[in-house]
Every structure is written in C-alpha cells, then in structure tokens.
C-alpha cells in the first residue's frame, strides 16, 4: 500500500530552527508538496519538489531525497504565526495526490 | 484569500436532513475536487472534476453526491448521513497541466452529524 509518514506533533521556540520529515513508499513517485494548514483554515501550497535537492523560499526551504523517499521542510527563525499543521503530499505514478496526516507544529516563546 | 470560497462554513445537522455544500472557485481552474478530512488523519479524496466531468470516485457512499454544472462551481449533496460523517469538508481547484498543477483549497465546511 501507499504510505506517508510525518510526525504527529512537534515543538519549538520562537526564533529558533524547526525541521519536518516526511517519509513515503508509493507507487511511483511524480512530485511532493508541502501545505501549511492553520487551526479552521484553507491548507495553503508551500513548496514543490520533484527533483533531489534543496528549494529554498525565505524562511522556509524543502529538501528532497527520492532514493531514500525522504523529504523535509525547515523553517528558520521561527515565529508564532508559523504554529500550523504541515501536510507532506507525494504524487503517484497515477498522478493522484497522497497526503500525510500533518505534523502540529507549536511555538513557544 | 486562496480564491477557493465555500459555504457553508459551519453545519449541524441530524441523519435525516439533507444538506448541500457548496463551492466557488475564482482562479480559472479546470478541475475541482472534494476531500475529507477527520482530525489526525490524511486527507481523504471523495470526488475529482475535470472540464465538469467526473473522474474520480474514491468509494464514497452514496450518501454523498457531488454536481459540478460548471468549472467553476462544485457542490456536495448530503443526505441520511451518518454521526462518523462529521469532518471537514474541503474544496479545491487546480489547472491540469499534465499532472504537475498545484491544488488551491478553499477554508472548509466543519460538518456535525447528530
């Protein structure tokens, strides 16, 4: 079956650097995506990948390993509005979309 | 603003009602798609549209009825559900471009089934 995997919930200080992972096994591999998803919101497209390598934007940067089906999202110099859940999505060999659980992320100051 | 807007945000209802969800997308998007999604858990697909036209349906009950009568506008029917039905209900739009589109969610329908 298709799987990904990321952790349940995290913490980290305000100001601080906080790194997500996200592992997968699905069948055939087309892109990843990473989503931010505050509390009652729309989740929201952070970052792409599809080739191996780091993407940075900002603060925020995602890397990607397909051969060890790995992938990761930093987040730099943290500050409370980025408390959110993170969804780690893998495409397919289908192209469907397969999601994570998402990762609850809190800042504390 | 994500462009993607869905009404009603909040609703309550008893497994005899029937209900729609609705959902508008302002982005010039083709494809439309419904999710669920229960706490600690994936997102679930329910339904894709492309070009109006169904193409996916990932074993929904027949609880559930999607309508898509234009690219931009998708709606959920709901009838005789269930108290396990209680989720939320996402919307999202995307442009197929031979499969490397981002999808664009709207905020949501927190759905209770008492």
């Known amino acids: 079956g298709q799987n990904i995997d990321q952790p349940t919930e995290m913490t980290a200080t305000e100001g601080a650097i906080v790194q997500i992972n996200c592992t997968y096994q699905t069948s055939g591999f087309n892109g990843l995506f990473w989503y931010q998803q505050h509390a009652g919101e729309a989740p929201t497209f952070l970052s792409y990948n599809v080739l191996d390598g780091l993407e940075e934007k900002g603060r925020f940067s995602s890397f990607l390993s397909r051969s060890k089906g790995y992938s990761y999202l930093l987040l730099k110099e943290l500050q409370m509005k980025d408390s959110a859940s993170y969804l780690c999505?893998?495409?397919?060999?289908?192209?469907?979309?397969?999601w994570g659980a998402g990762t609850k992320l809190i800042i504390k100051p | 603003e994500t462009g993607v807007t869905q009404t009603p945000r909040h609703l309550v209802m008893g497994m005899t009602n029937k209900k729609s969800l609705k959902c508008e997308q302002h982005l010039g998007h083709n494809a439309m798609y419904w999710y669920k999604q229960s706490a600690k858990k994936p997102l679930e697909l329910m339904f894709v549209y492309n070009f109006k036209e169904q193409t996916e349906n990932n074993s929904v009950p027949s609880r559930f009825s999607p309508e898509c009568p234009n690219s931009s506008h998708l709606f959920l029917h709901l009838h005789t559900l269930q108290p396990e039905d209680s989720a939320l209900y996402l919307c999202?739009?995307?442009?197929?471009?031979?499969?490397?589109?981002?999808?664009?969610f709207g905020p949501g329908t927190r759905l209770l089934v008492l």
């Open positions: 999505a893998v495409r397919d060999s289908n192209y469907q979309l397969i």
């Open positions: 999202a739009s995307s442009q197929e471009q031979g499969g490397v589109e981002t999808q664009y």
